[in-house]
């Protein structure tokens, strides 16, 4: 039974640049989150999608964004990247419906911008 | 919004001696409290969880607390082993689909053997 899946593991990119990142949540699961995990914090809210809709939006700028596909999976793209985007963005899905909000984390992409 | 203070930001124990970790948050409508361990280069991984509607849960050696009305839950390991050694986060959030969760500061914890 396979897990969130995240690719790429590994990015480099310079300043001003752009980035998509991609997440495959577990079989089943609808919703989708994104956060941003800098070194030595705890994982911060960057978004989250339920039914292909965005339901919530953490403090971040409108150089992020993302967008969840038909099969549930999901894009966050990050344009004109800048020296403090450099973190290990995380995806998390979690079920649909019933009063249960478990989220299950992915391995992440650590994203390095140069 | 929601705010999650955790405390201490680092533990050092001798192995079979006992955790805790506490937390605080702000939002009152808050009623789901994850807990996290994720160690080096790896993925947060749920350990044990808490509703509002319940005041104590245990699994083996872990256990959470929550008290409702000083908005406080804490996380407690018995019998600690070198292999507990990682970051621990706890998080709040609303118990419903589409909720973000906000997570602590993390607490380092060191086994030592």
């Known amino acids: 039974d396979a897990g969130v899946t995240q690719s790429p593991t590994h990015l480099i990119k310079t300043r001003g640049q752009q980035v998509t990142l991609r997440c495959s949540p577990i079989?089943?699961?609808?919703?989708v989150s994104w956060y941003q995990q800098v070194l030595g914090q705890g994982p911060q809210f960057i978004f989250q999608?339920?039914?292909?809709?965005?339901?919530g939006r953490g403090n971040f700028p409108d150089r992020f964004s993302a967008r969840q596909f038909p099969n549930y999976s999901s894009e966050l793209n990050v344009n004109a990247l800048l020296l403090g985007d450099s973190a290990l963005y995380l995806c998390?899905?979690?079920?649909?419906?019933?009063?249960?909000?478990?989220?299950?984390f992915g391995p992440g992409t650590r994203l390095t911008v140069l | 919004g929601e705010n999650v203070e955790q405390h201490p930001s680092t533990l050092s124990v001798q192995e079979g001696d006992s955790a805790v970790i506490k937390c605080t948050y702000s939002?009152?409508?808050?009623?789901?409290f994850p807990w996290y361990k994720q160690e080096l280069g790896k993925r947060p991984q749920l350990i044990i969880d808490?509703?509002?509607?319940?005041g104590e849960k245990k699994d083996q050696r872990i256990a959470v607390t929550l008290n409702k009305t000083a908005k406080h839950f804490s996380l407690h390991i018995t019998e600690t082993q070198p292999e507990d050694s990682a970051v621990y986060f706890c998080?709040?959030?609303?118990?419903?689909?589409?909720?973000?969760?906000?997570f602590g500061k993390g607490t380092t914890l060191s086994v030592s053997s």
């Open positions: 079989s089943g699961h609808k919703s």
């Open positions: 939002d009152s409508a808050s009623n789901y």
């Open positions: 998080a709040a959030s609303k118990d419903q689909a589409g909720t973000a969760l906000i």
């Open positions: 999608y339920y039914e292909k809709e965005e339901r």
């Open positions: 998390a899905s979690s079920f649909s419906g019933s009063l249960l909000n478990e989220q299950f």
């Open positions: 808490i509703r509002s509607n319940v």
